[in-house]
């Protein structure tokens, strides 16, 4: 029986140690993906993110629990800890959260380092991914690193992205740049027993609403006024705003509920499709680049490469040139 | 291609709740270079082996200072051994007396470290025993 059958049968092992020669990109590694992607495709993705200290890992303990206990579902846990820019070394810290999840086979955790990725998750995390998705894993969380505002790979990996934030983490300006509440399906208000937070929820549902307006009654200078806002597309999906504690459980059936109709949203109105198209046309757009890349680098001379690289360090071709240059042999 | 990494499970059996000397040698172990998966205090022996096996780890360290070293020794071994992981390395830094350390490698203890151990041996030993 060669390794990838027995991935498929369920064993372990054999799943742990094709984890780890995917997450090398081994050739070994590659071979078992292409062997394994006909049985991808079922496992819904979910996203977890946010900054570093608003409980994620807690949290994605408290879901896996909800859904092994209420749905019987099987649960795969991708958990993204930062890799030193120096050593390469890295400590990987998210299952100290997540021990209320062993001695249940129906749960598999890996811990990966983000080895010198700075979207928030690895290099081969998609890759892993899709080991899970085909081994038969219903649902996969991934766990990305402690993000800030531009940690965004993950909305392209995931089906649903749930956006972990904290009271006391920001004001409403916070709330409005670009970056990792844009990319959010789902907000989660976390440590919802703390002081502050009314506050972090009103300016997440504020900021929400400058995006998707509806319908609104305020009142102003002491009169009621009533602002119609154009009918909203019935296909949108407009992010809810869900609250717990995930030292205790509270609200996590709810979330798990915004996390299901979102599933539903996407199916009903073809984005799971086009997200699974975009997700695997990004892919396959990578490894194109990465194989042209080291075609072009088959074809010129090492020393002629490093001296083009010395020249531009002198200042003598601008790096402009140095890649037409390259390109073109003048 | 990426390089192979050595990855080391961080583990605190047992009951007693001082785990400055873990924290110490998984900083240590991350600053040479290697992955170490750090699972905090109060794990239980089948915890160990089970987070073992799911993140495929090369070498396991554990932490006893409870003086319970030889009952939690050799079950971990055992569970290791039942999982199909006969190949990890098994570590354990703590108090541990003289007298109980020939049994220890005899069953297949690759390093034990004492008090004022240091690091750098730690870290040699693992890529040693890892190669």
Redesign the interface.
């Given at each position: 029986m060669t390794n990838t059958d027995s991935v498929l049968e369920g064993n372990r092992l054999s799943l742990s140690r094709l984890l780890t020669q995917v997450e090398n990109d081994s050739r070994e590694g590659r071979a078992a993906l292409t062997e394994l992607f006909p049985h991808t495709g079922r496992a819904h993705l979910i996203g977890v993110t946010g900054a570093p200290g608003t409980g994620k890992s807690s949290l994605v303990n408290q879901l896996t629990l909800y859904y092994r206990k209420q749905q019987n579902k099987k649960i795969a846990i991708i958990a993204v800890d930062p890799s030193s820019p120096f050593t390469g070394g890295a400590v990987l810290g998210d299952r100290v959260r997540m021990r209320d999840l062993s001695g249940d086979n129906g749960v598999f955790i890996r811990s990966m380092a983000s080895r010198g990725s700075v979207g928030g998750l690895a290099q081969t995390t998609a890759s892993l991914a899709q080991v899970f998705d085909a081994a038969g894993y219903d649902i996969i969380i991934i766990e990305t690193v402690g993000a800030g505002q531009s940690e965004v790979d993950i909305a392209r990996l995931a089906h649903t992205t749930v956006v972990v934030e904290a009271p006391g983490l920001g004001d409403e300006i916070q709330a409005i740049k670009a970056g990792i509440l844009e990319i959010a399906d789902i907000l989660v208000v976390n440590k919802a027993d703390r002081p502050g937070v009314e506050n972090t929820e009103r300016a997440l549902r504020s900021t929400l609403e400058l995006a998707h307006p509806t319908k609104r009654i305020f009142r102003h200078h002491g009169q009621t006024l009533t602002v119609n806002v154009p009918e909203v597309n019935a296909t949108l999906w407009i992010p809810p705003i869900n609250k717990t504690i995930s030292t205790d459980g509270t609200g996590i059936p709810e979330l798990a509920g915004s996390i299901e109709k979102h599933a539903a949203h996407l199916h009903q109105s073809g984005d799971w499709a086009a997200r699974d198209r975009t997700r695997l046309g990004s892919e396959m757009e990578a490894l194109l680049r990465e194989a042209l890349m080291s075609r072009f680098l088959e074809g010129v001379h090492k020393k002629k490469y490093e001296d083009i690289i010395e020249k531009v360090h002198q200042r003598g071709l601008s790096p402009y040139e140095a890649v037409q240059y390259l390109l073109n042999g003048k | 291609?990426?390089?192979?990494?050595i990855?080391v499970l961080v583990a605190k059996p047992g009951l007693d709740g001082h785990d400055r000397g873990a924290k110490v040698v998984?900083?240590a172990?991350?600053?040479?270079?290697?992955?170490?998966?750090?699972?905090?205090l109060r794990?239980t022996p089948?915890?160990i082996a089970?987070?073992a096996?799911?993140?495929?780890v090369d070498v396991v360290g554990l932490s006893i200072l409870s003086g319970a070293h030889m009952a939690l020794a050799p079950r971990i071994l055992e569970l290791l051994k039942a999982?199909?992981?006969e190949n990890v390395h098994v570590f354990i830094g703590g108090i541990i007396p003289d007298e109980d350390m020939p049994r220890l490698r005899e069953m297949g203890i690759t390093g034990i470290y004492g008090p004022g151990a240091s690091t750098e041996d730690i870290i040699k030993d693992v890529r040693e025993a890892v190669k």
């Open positions: - | 291609m990426t390089e192979k990494k990855r998984a900083r172990l991350r600053d040479a270079g290697m992955e170490v998966i750090y699972t905090g794990q089948e915890m089970e987070a096996l799911q993140e495929d999982n199909g992981q």
